[in-house]
């Protein structure tokens, strides 16, 4: 992740800080009691810890959220609007069914109502029989239902930015920090948590970075067909749900990207028609395409995700937490961003409820479970995403992108021995999906639905290859293995 310059993110809180009204504290009390945590960014996993932390400690808790995306109306909070300046961001998330498991049963309920998610991929490791399929839900819903909650709850929510440089940390206990993948409160403590490393996930030196088109569609495609067109190959992802929106994202190739930069007229440019092929390949008609936006992804590796903010007075110093992407920004290829983040709430809260004692200070030691569980989930997420960046042949591993642009570049193309090979991928993907989702796609329709794509667009899903399932399968981070009493 590329964090913006110093003199920027000062700008910015310059910025903000023009209209921000200072901080204090609903509940006014000594610093011993209640516990007292400021979370920075009301976001899904920002939101997800208050709740969290207000269903587990009730009153020895007071829980403060800075959010700038929300303001004060009519008496209420509520996200910004358009005209504001906030525009919602309605990707679909798919969270898996285990670690969500573990909240409390209330919470659940409010995040995932009756009728309120689809389900679209199948079973797995982090989603067992024993608790369902993952669940797909916009990224929208998820913060509405979060903070409807959190009202609740009895919350105090800020509708600002948070600014560590003006706001006091004496009288806070935890500072969280959930501000997404560009956080500016990182930036700022920079020297406390280090800084990232980025050569994990570079080659030859150089930081892989995906440059991915979103492209919003209305679809009426059946979700197992959407499951097996999407990881026979690694051009095209689509996400959706029930109501049939939903996001089909594109990987770039270095000079589709660059092509997609400089231009005003997109219908013009040789990415057009290989746009229009991706809207084939999943059954979705041009005029169902509704906007299209395009963003990178990268990933760097952090050295640690807590550490001491303020040791004044001595005895009660404030720690600080990474949570979140801002802990750890996962490609979301696999999908488990959130997942992660969500997982990284809850540790800290249980951690919390486990150590924290009225009148005590906590020490550093008392969080070594949730230092270690983060390096746990750092080292799981992101090694799986890796896979869903870079191809190994034999030892030499090179970025997708640039396998796209292989499939992309080469001439003497065979359709019939294109369309054969990716037939026999989705037969064994097919072998693979039986039994954990119903309905899966005919050999038959399959092959009608590859045979309206070009010669070149069959290149390149040949090239960009099958999902790596084999290699990125595995045991996942089951928190109940270290909170066993919060089953
Ligand atoms: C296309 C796409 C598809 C994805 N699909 C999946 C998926 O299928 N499954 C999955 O698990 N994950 C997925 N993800 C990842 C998921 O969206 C993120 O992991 C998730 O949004 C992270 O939540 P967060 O709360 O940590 O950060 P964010 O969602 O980025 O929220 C951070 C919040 O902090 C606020 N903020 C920032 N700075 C400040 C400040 N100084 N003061 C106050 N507020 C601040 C922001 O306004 C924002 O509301 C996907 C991501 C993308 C881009």
Redesign the pocket.
């Known amino acids: 992740m590329t964090l913006r310059s110093q003199s920027n993110a000062e700008a910015i809180f310059k910025k903000r800080d023009a209209d921000k009204a200072s901080f204090v504290w609903k509940h006014p009390a000594c610093k011993k009691t209640p516990l007292r945590v400021i979370i920075?960014?009301?976001?899904?996993?920002?939101l997800l810890l208050a709740n969290q932390l207000k269903e587990l400690f009730g009153l020895n808790v007071s829980v403060a959220v800075?959010?700038?995306?929300w303001k004060q109306a009519g008496g209420e909070i509520v996200w910004k609007s358009e005209e504001d300046g906030n525009k919602r961001r309605s990707?679909?998330?798919?969270?898996q069914s285990r670690p969500l498991a573990m909240l409390p049963p209330a919470l659940k309920e409010a995040l995932l109502p009756e009728g309120g998610y689809s389900e679209v991929w199948p079973h797995g490791k982090d989603s067992p029989f024993e608790y369902g399929r993952p669940w797909n839900i916009r990224?929208v819903d998820i913060e509405d239902r979060l903070l409807e909650y959190a009202k609740k709850q009895g919350v105090q929510l800020i509708p600002?930015?948070?600014?560590p440089g003006k706001t006091d940390l004496i009288n806070c206990d935890i500072l969280a920090i959930?501000?997404?993948?560009r956080?500016?409160?990182l930036h700022h403590f920079k020297n406390e948590f280090g800084e990232a490393d980025v050569s994990p996930y570079s080659l030859q030196g150089v930081q892989v970075e995906d440059k991915?088109l979103?492209l919003k569609v209305k679809t009426t495609l059946k979700c197992p067909e959407t499951v097996l067109f999407s990881i026979i190959q690694n051009r095209f992802l689509l996400?959706t749900n029930d109501n049939g929106y939903g996001?089909l994202?594109m990987r770039l190739s270095p000079e589709e990207s660059e092509e997609f930069q400089h231009t005003t007229t997109l219908r013009a440019t040789r990415l057009w028609p290989r746009i229009l092929d991706g809207l084939k390949l999943f059954g979705i008609d041009e005029n169902d395409l509704l906007a299209i936006s395009c963003?990178s992804i990268s990933m760097d590796h952090r050295s640690r995700f807590s550490t001491i903010l303020h040791w004044a007075p001595s005895d009660h110093p404030t720690y600080g937490f990474l949570?979140?992407?801002?802990a750890n920004a996962?490609h979301?290829w696999p999908?488990?961003?959130?997942?992660q983040?969500i997982l990284s709430a809850m540790s800290l809260a249980l951690c919390l409820k486990e150590r924290w004692k009225i009148g005590k200070s906590l020490r550093e030691a008392d969080f070594s479970k949730h230092e270690g569980i983060m390096h746990m989930l750092q080292h799981r997420h992101k090694s799986r995403a890796w896979y869903a960046m870079a191809h190994r042949n034999g030892g030499n591993v090179q970025p997708i992108s640039n396998s796209i642009a292989m499939g992309l570049k080469k001439k003497d193309i065979k359709r019939a021995e294109l369309l054969d090979a990716l037939l026999e991928r989705s037969t064994q993907m097919l072998s693979r999906l039986k039994g954990r989702l119903p309905e899966l796609p005919s050999p038959e329709t399959i092959k009608k639905r590859l045979e309206l794509l070009s010669d070149e667009t069959l290149h390149v899903l040949v090239l960009s290859k099958a999902w790596d399932t084999q290699w990125s399968g595995g045991p996942e981070v089951d928190l109940a293995i270290f909170y066993p009493n919060h089953k």
């Open positions: 920075s960014g009301g976001g899904p996993v920002g800075f959010e700038g995306r990707q679909v998330i798919t969270l990224i600002e930015w948070f600014n959930c501000e997404g993948r956080s500016q409160t991915i979103g996400n996001y994202n963003f949570l979140g992407d801002t996962i979301f999908g488990r961003g959130l997942n983040g």
